[in-house]
């Protein structure tokens, strides 16, 4: 059993000790959903083998009564494994293949493309021994110095709000990922978008958008985890002229979720799909 009700963390932060990392973020909400503490080891990019004695050079990782777990999944595995009897965080094994889909997706459709409007905030918010390794590393791995990468931001960020309409049609149907209450699908997703309050520098949706209610709540959870002072409003986003919708205000129902009861319930939509358009 943990001792103290607390486990320890060690934590990936910025200069203002907000968590940089959605992999650490993902955790910090496991361990919140589990009711643990947390005992927070702070630190940067710079020196993780010499804090961790050794054990790792990616964080996040935990220490649980002596026991060093690593990566982010494994440790949410760990924690239903090692605590069944509190709050299930992945439950039914196919939660598990489900998550790692829609957060590939979330990744590629939008935290890849916030990475190429924030990245130069990422490193200018992350702690100042730091910027020499992000300032190289996040070249390489983009293919341009930080300051060329964010040029045309303003075009982008439209276009990365308008393609998650996939999210705001499951979540206009469901309070969470898991129902009722939050699982660890939430939590993954969540993270990314924890990730994304910790470096933007202008917002990146709209004021109005609908994700915002859960986004809210979820920012909300274990005594307000995502509410730390050094994070940013992601919303106040301005639609532009020429600019995509920044979200689909007239939504038709996804076909999953539709309710056929018989031909009264399926009329209305059949008559629109037939219509005569001569």
């Not at 993954?188 to 910790?198: D, G, H, K, Q």
């Not at 002072?229 to 996804?254: A, N, T």
Request: net charge negative; aromatic share 10%.
């Amino acid at each position: 059993m943990a001792k103290n009700n607390t486990i320890t963390l060690y934590d990936l932060q910025l200069e203002s000790g907000a968590t940089i990392s959605p992999f650490v973020w993902a955790t910090k909400l496991a361990i919140g959903h589990k009711g643990f503490e947390m005992d927070i080891v702070p630190g940067g990019f710079t020196g993780i083998m010499d804090r961790t004695g050794g054990k790792t050079e990616r964080l996040p990782a935990i220490v649980d009564d002596g026991e060093w777990v690593l990566d982010s999944w494994l440790i949410a595995e760990y924690l239903d494994a090692k605590y069944p009897d509190r709050p299930t965080l992945i439950g039914d094994p196919s939660i598990k293949p489900c998550a790692q889909f829609i957060e590939s997706w979330l990744w590629a459709t939008a935290v890849g493309p916030w990475m190429t409007c924030y990245v130069k905030s990422y490193r200018d918010r992350s702690l100042k021994v730091d910027h020499e390794y992000v300032t190289s590393s996040r070249a390489n791995m983009l293919g341009a110095p930080l300051e060329e990468i964010i040029v045309g931001r303003e075009d982008r960020l439209p276009q990365i709000s308008a393609n998650l309409e996939l999210l705001r049609g499951t979540l206009r149907e469901n309070r969470w990922f898991g129902g009722d209450e939050p699982n660890y699908v939430d939590h993954r997703l969540l993270a990314c978008f924890l990730w994304l309050a910790s470096v933007c520098d202008t917002p990146a949706l709209a004021s109005d958008d609908p994700l915002r209610d859960w986004l809210d709540r979820g920012f909300d959870l274990y005594g307000g985890l995502g509410r730390h002072p050094g994070l940013s409003d992601i919303f106040g986003l301005e639609q532009r002229p020429g600019d995509p919708d920044l979200f689909d205000r007239s939504p038709r129902e996804f076909g999953l979720n539709k309710r056929n009861t018989g031909p009264a319930s399926t009329a209305e939509e059949t008559a629109r799909i037939t219509a005569d358009t001569n």
